[in-house]
């Protein structure tokens, strides 16, 4: 049962286009969320996150959306740069405590000059 | 600062053997994490450790042990390594307390199990 969910195993997009990567999650208890970038044979690295108090949060190029009553998070890079070809994993935790994050299986993003 | 480091890089084992994946960290985190990731798979959680001192099991944590050597390192041990244990492994560190949830990975480590 797999509660978080990213449905597109891929994406192309035009670069200086905008990118939008969607993921859903089925467990209400989720209120902590963040995104991640992995390229080949490298650790995923941290790119943003949000709290489930906030609706939108923003750093640079790339912004996250939440929706709760649709359980939908999106994040969008704009503009699309060629170094952002990658896998994009979504995760989330329930609040307080140490205990891990929960992966969807990601969305690899291709940029096409 | 190294961040979060591993050893070895890669490995390959045959059914039956036992290897310890090593893990540090030096940003001073409190919590450390170890997860798994098959081909076209998410990262799955093997096992954690909130503090120094405590370990906790994660979503997939037979066949595996961990040790909470100190503060900086987080080993993880596999008795008998099975084929299905062929995988990548990443460790992770994170702050921990209120708020600090964004944890830190390390490069990984590619087990092969014959």
């Known amino acids: 049962d797999q509660q978080v969910k990213q449905n597109s195993p891929s994406l192309s997009v035009q670069e200086g286009r905008i990118s939008i990567l969607n993921c859903d999650y089925t467990?209400?208890?989720?209120?902590?969320f963040l995104w991640y970038k992995k390229y080949p044979a490298e650790g995923p690295t941290f790119l943003i996150s949000?709290?489930?108090?906030?609706d939108k949060n923003e750093d640079g190029r790339f912004t996250v959306f939440l929706n709760k009553s649709a359980k939908h998070l999106s994040l969008h890079i704009v503009p699309s740069q060629p170094g952002d070809s990658a896998v994009y994993f979504c995760?989330?935790?329930?609040?307080?405590?140490?205990?891990?994050?929960?992966f969807g299986k990601g969305t690899h993003l291709i940029i096409q000059p | 600062n190294a961040g979060v480091t591993q050893t070895p890089k890669f490995q390959v084992l045959k059914t039956g053997q036992s290897m310890t994946l090593q893990c540090a960290q030096d940003m001073n985190h409190n919590s450390m994490y170890w997860y798994r990731q098959d081909p076209g798979m998410g990262l799955r959680l093997i096992y954690y450790s909130a503090s120094e001192g405590t370990t906790d099991k994660g979503e997939v944590p037979n066949g595996y042990n961990v040790s909470r050597l100190n503060k900086r390192e987080f080993s993880l041990r596999l008795e008998s390594a099975a084929p299905s244990q062929t995988s990548v492994y990443f460790c992770a560190s994170s702050l921990g307390g209120s708020g600090k949830y964004e944890q830190f990975f390390g490069p990984g480590t590619r087990l092969t199990v014959l």
């Open positions: 949000i709290s489930s108090i906030k």
């Open positions: 995760a989330s935790k329930t609040g307080g405590g140490a205990d891990g994050l929960t």
């Open positions: 467990n209400s208890m989720f209120d902590y």
